[in-house]
Nanobody, 124 residues
Framework: QVQLVESGGGLVQAGGSLRLSCAASGRTFSTYTMGWFRQAPGKEREVVSSISRSGGTTYYALSVKGRFTISRDNAKNTVYLQMNSLKPEDTAVYYC?????????????????WGQGTQVTVSS
């Protein structure tokens, strides 16, 4: 089991940027596919982005493609989500998650370890 702790959320104006970080401890970080999810009030948790074990392959939801960038540093056991050109509809609690499955893992049920979440609020 891997333990995940997110940081970097906050309040930002529309058009602004935030960088989320997720620090992992426990089993070898590089063996996990990592993902970022978000959940807005009254909505289901949805995948935002994911990254393969080596970092060589990434996936983005259409709603964030071109604005968000996922990356990972296996030496630091950390995955990042750089969020630019933020919109009010990006407001949500953002969760970091780890999966022992291959890169095809990108639904909520594919990820077995979750962080506690960090709030991102984008004002208009």
């Amino acid at each position: 089991q891997v333990q995940l702790v997110e940081s970097g959320g906050g309040l930002v104006q529309a058009g602004g940027s935030l960088r989320l970080s997720c620090a992992a401890s426990g089993r070898t970080f590089s063996t996990y596919t990592m993902g970022w999810f978000r959940q807005a009030p009254g909505k289901e948790r949805e995948v935002v982005s994911s990254i393969s074990r080596s970092g060589g392959t990434t996936y983005y939801a259409l709603s964030v493609k071109g604005r968000f960038t996922i990356s990972r540093d296996n030496a630091k056991n950390t995955v990042y989500l750089q969020m630019n050109s933020l919109k009010p509809e990006d407001t949500a609690v953002y969760y970091c998650a780890a999966s022992v499955l291959g890169f095809a893992a990108m639904t909520v049920r594919d990820f077995g370890s979750w962080g506690q979440g960090t709030q991102v609020t984008v004002s208009s």
